[in-house]
């Protein structure tokens, strides 16, 4: 979409624009790719290289990160021989391909989506792809990211760039003020709820309003990240002062003078006053209450002071069988009240909900309180957790009687062996409830890191509200 | 890549909406080389009960729509985790076309990849099929060209992104197109690293 010179432009379509090489007549652009993340699943990618007998292009650019597979109990135990080849795997193709990596034993390993933006590396206004969908966090610091597969990631690999049709541009404004306990969860969460897990398929979303402006880094992080869950291709918050803030003296970011003549080009990162937008979404965030999944796809969400929906009193068929199919696998019964759902575990983390604030955020519920059932909190990076550590926050959860663990996807994805038994329900910060998600069987809800900590001192899905008043 | 044109073939009816990557391959076949095939680990869950053994009402593993190329399915199919492997479990197991009311975006995108079409069809056009092939157990024919699915007299078209639609009827990979824009690549990372110095990444 070519835009006159003076034509007012969203955010996304002045980072579409500083990133476009060259447009064919049937609208494919080609794109430069600024920085690229890759895992331990790249290795379908360098596998498609070593075939082409070809390199990384920009072994500069690229960055690797052990994470998907990682045990989070790093000492004193062997790592099952399958989970170690996916760690070497990746360590081989950095090294064979002169790429940095933050693998297993480096002291600022972590998630990729924690450690990129924690390391500086994540920039407003950079192009940033890595072969998990929920690139979508990066987009928190004005960075547009996205997820990619493994034939783009190669692509990448190889060429630092990749074609793409340009996406609409959707608006999601969230104003009024957030009453105490509510979150960036609850607001993404209550968002995916109203529009569905498709509702903004094909749609570069910017978040705006007064109550996203007041979030947090982190908070923007969460919210940016649950993007992917409505569809969208990715999420982003403009850039301001708590962006700039938040990125000085990052070891990865422009230094002294260069910081601060980047930080004037990053702050004019904003939609223009009449940019038009494909669709515009509105909420009011005084309305948001503490939200928490009943089904099987992150839109099946509701308030916790909700009942689980009722199949019989949904007309369109479809949907109710789809409804009684989650219930079936959720083990739940319509019309149940959502305080009333026992719990059998907990687990905290994730690229979605790990980092200082969040386990800030459920310290301060289980701070003096004990969890009734088992659980593991695996912050987000090695860093994150030194800092936790430091605070003293690691004694709290483990008074609780929680497991304190290493940092990695963990539980949110079971690739490491973390998992859920069959059957056993978790309260979760993760951003996928899906079937299985959390290991064959496992039943999820998802919820904010606060509600997660409520869930453990009851043993049930609860409403924090109360626990955090008591405090208070 | 092999090309997409037409294709006559069994489709599967799964009446699901959300039908995610997680799904279409649990997250623990993924250590597996491909070179293997991931046919075998296609939906694993929604085939397998936990001790290996087929179930038997569900709709793969019928002799009816064992040998299917195309999947039917209701909205947001592959949805999730951006893991090509879902794709893969799809073509390896023999599926040629996914027909739907809506698709995950990186799905999507990673089933072109691969030479796997991804149909998109109105939401009423889809129960309408749903409804027939669990009628009928009739063969569908998906025409890229006309961009039609079309059984015994019915025809329904069906949406697709016109430059995927040529990659797929000729089984383009974008590598070498891309390689022949190395000038204008590198011409504009020459002129972007003076328009934007700070993307080069300090090394601490």
């Not at chain 1, 000492?75 to 090294?95: C, K, T, V």
């Not at chain 1, 990162?269 to 089904?295: C, Y």
């Not at chain 1, 978790?426 to 997660?452: D, E, I, Y």
Request: proline share 5%; hydrophobic share 40%; net charge negative.
């Amino acid at each position: 979409m070519a835009h006159s010179p003076s034509a007012p432009r969203t955010l996304f379509d002045k980072l579409w624009d500083s990133h476009a090489i060259v447009t064919r007549e049937d609208g494919q652009t080609l794109l430069w790719v600024d920085r690229h993340f890759v895992h331990e699943g790249s290795f379908h990618a360098f596998n498609k290289l070593k075939e082409r007998g070809a390199k990384v292009a920009h072994p500069e650019l690229t960055f690797g990160i052990a994470d998907h597979y990682v045990p989070t109990r790093r000492f004193g135990r062997s790592i099952d021989p399958a989970i170690q080849n996916m760690i070497d795997q990746l360590e081989d193709n950095m090294s064979e391909n002169d790429v940095m990596l933050f693998g297993l034993n480096d002291p600022r390993q972590g998630i990729v989506h924690v450690v990129g933006p924690e390391q500086g590396l994540t920039l407003p206004g950079l192009l940033i792809v890595c072969g998990d969908s929920h690139t979508s966090t990066h987009g928190a610091l004005g960075a547009w990211g996205f997820g990619i597969g493994a034939s783009e990631v190669a692509h990448v690999l190889m060429t630092q760039t990749l074609w793409q049709r340009k996406p609409k541009r959707m608006r999601i404004t969230v104003d009024g003020t957030l009453a105490p306990g509510i979150g960036a969860k609850d607001i993404a969460l209550s968002i995916i709820a109203r529009m569905g897990a498709d509702g903004a398929q094909g749609h570069a979303v910017e978040y705006a309003g007064s109550a996203i402006r007041t979030l947090s880094m982190e908070g923007r992080l969460t919210l940016c990240n649950l993007s992917i869950e409505a569809g969208a291709r990715c999420g982003m918050v403009a850039p301001d002062e708590t962006t700039i803030a938040y990125l000085r003296n990052r070891p990865f970011a422009p230094a002294r003078d260069g910081f601060e003549r980047a930080a004037e080009d990053w702050l004019r990162l904003q939609s223009d006053k009449d940019a038009e937008f494909d669709r515009e979404i509105v909420l009011n965030g005084s309305e948001i209450a503490p939200v928490v999944t009943w089904g099987v796809s992150p839109e099946d969400a509701l308030p916790i002071t909700m009942a689980v929906p009722d199949p019989a009193s949904i007309s369109d068929l479809g949907k109710a069988a789809q409804i009684r199919d989650a219930l079936t696998y959720m083990d739940l019964k319509p019309g149940q009240k959502l305080t009333e759902v026992p719990i059998d575990r907990v687990f905290i983390g994730s690229c979605t909900n790990s980092r200082i604030e969040d386990l800030r955020a459920a310290a301060q519920v289980l701070s003096d309180r004990k969890s009734k059932v088992p659980g593991l909190v695996s912050p987000g990076s090695s860093l994150v957790k030194q800092q936790a550590e430091a605070e003293g926050l690691d004694r709290i959860f483990k008074e609780a009687g929680l497991e304190w663990v290493d940092s990695g996807c963990s539980m949110c994805v079971g690739m490491n062996g973390d998992i859920v038994q069959p059957g056993e329900r978790c309260a979760s910060t993760t951003n996928r409830n899906f079937k299985g998600r959390q290991g064959p069987g496992a039943r999820t809800h998802l919820m904010s890191p606060a509600m997660v900590a409520a869930a453990a001192v009851t043993g049930y899905l609860t409403d924090v509200r109360p626990l955090i008043q008591e405090r208070s | 890549m092999q090309p997409f044109q037409r294709l006559t073939a069994a489709a599967c009816p799964l009446p699901y909406a959300n039908i995610d990557t997680d799904q279409l391959i649990p997250a623990r076949f993924m250590k597996r080389s491909r070179a293997e095939g991931y046919g075998g680990y296609l939906l694993h869950d929604m085939r397998f009960t936990g001790d290996g053994t087929e179930i038997a009402d569900f709709r793969l593993n019928q002799s009816t729509y064992r040998n299917s190329q195309i999947i039917m399915a209701r909205r947001n199919f592959g949805a999730g985790s951006s893991r090509e492997a879902a794709v893969y479990a799809l073509v390896d197991y023999g599926i040629r076309c996914v027909i739907a009311p809506s698709f995950g975006d990186i799905f999507a995108s990673n089933s072109v990849n691969n030479g796997l079409l991804p149909a998109k069809v109105d939401e009423r056009d889809g129960e309408a099929l749903l409804r027939f092939l669990e009628e009928t157990h009739a063969e569908l024919t998906v025409d890229l060209e006309a961009q039609t699915i079309s059984a015994k007299g019915m025809s329904f078209p069906f949406a697709i992104d016109p430059v995927w639609r040529t990659k797929l009827l000729n089984g383009w990979d974008d590598i070498d197109i891309t390689l022949s824009q190395a000038d204008a690549i590198a011409r504009f990372r020459a002129e972007d690293s003076v328009r934007r110095p700070w993307t080069t990444p300090r090394v601490p």
